[in-house]
C-alpha cells in the first residue's frame, strides 16, 4: 500500500521591504511521507522570499524533473527555479540551463559546508546561480511553525527574515554562498 502525502493549510501573509512586495498567499503543501517538517518548511520560507503570482510549488518528489518550487512564464518557460537541500551538481547545472534564475537553499549545518565545498567550484560557470545557507538554528525553530493549518506572517527586509504565529516568532539571518547579481 503507498503511502500518501499529508496536507497543510498555510494562510501566508508577506511583507518585503525589498521588493515592495506585500500580500497574502493561501497555499496547499503536499508533505509526502519521506519529506520533513523541516524541509517542507524552508519550501515555504522560499515561497516567501520569491512571492510571485505564477510562483506554485511542483512535484519533485514525484517527478524527478522538476524543482522544489518554480515560477513560469506565459509561454512555460522557467523564470524561476527553486532546489531545497543540497542537489547534485549535476541537477544545479540541469536547472541553470533550463531556467532564467536558479535558487539553492541550503540549511543542514555542517553538511551543507561540505556539499558546497564538493560542488562551487563546478558551478562556477553558471551565472544565473544564487546559492543561500539558512542556519541550522533557525531552521529547527521553523520546523515548530509547523502545523496542519497556519497562519502565518513573513516580514523580509534587507537580507533577514522574521517568520512567525500569534505566538512565536523566527529570525533567520541568509547567509549568501553564491550571488548571480
Known amino acids: 500500500m503507498a503511502l500518501t502525502a499529508t496536507i497543510y493549510k498555510a494562510d501566508l501573509q508577506i511583507s518585503d521591504m525589498g521588493r515592495n512586495y506585500y500580500d497574502g498567499h ?7 511521507p519521506s519529506e520533513t517538517d523541516e524541509r517542507m518548511m524552508v519550501r515555504l ?18 517527478e524527478d524533473d522538476e524543482p522544489d518550487l518554480w515560477q513560469k512564464d506565459l509561454t512555460d518557460a522557467i523564470d524561476v527555479w527553486i532546489e531545497v ?5 549535476k541537477r544545479i547545472r540541469k536547472a541553470c540551463g ?32 544564487t546559492v543561500i545557507k539558512l ?32 505566538d512565536t516568532t523566527v529570525h533567520i539571518d541568509m547567509v ?3 550571488s548571480n547579481q
Open 135 to 166: 542556519p541550522q538554528a533557525s531552521i529547527q525553530e521553523l520546523e515548530k511553525l509547523s502545523k496542519r493549518s497556519m497562519q502565518l506572517q513573513c516580514t523580509i527586509q534587507d537580507g533577514q527574515i522574521w517568520m512567525g504565529d500569534n
Open 45 to 62: 520560507l522560499a515561497f516567501a522570499l520569491h512571492a510571485h503570482e505564477a510562483l506554485t510549488f511542483a512535484n519533485k518528489l514525484t
Open 26 to 32: 493561501t497555499l496547499t503543501i503536499a508533505r509526502h
Open 98 to 129: 533550463r531556467a532564467k534564475q536558479v535558487y539553492v537553499y541550503c540549511y543542514s549545518g555542517h553538511s551543507a559546508d561540505v556539499w558546497w565545498g564538493q560542488v562551487s567550484a563546478g558551478l562556477e560557470r553558471a551565472k544565473n546561480l
Open 85 to 89: 537541500g543540497q542537489p547534485d551538481e
Open 176 to 178: 549568501t554562498l553564491r
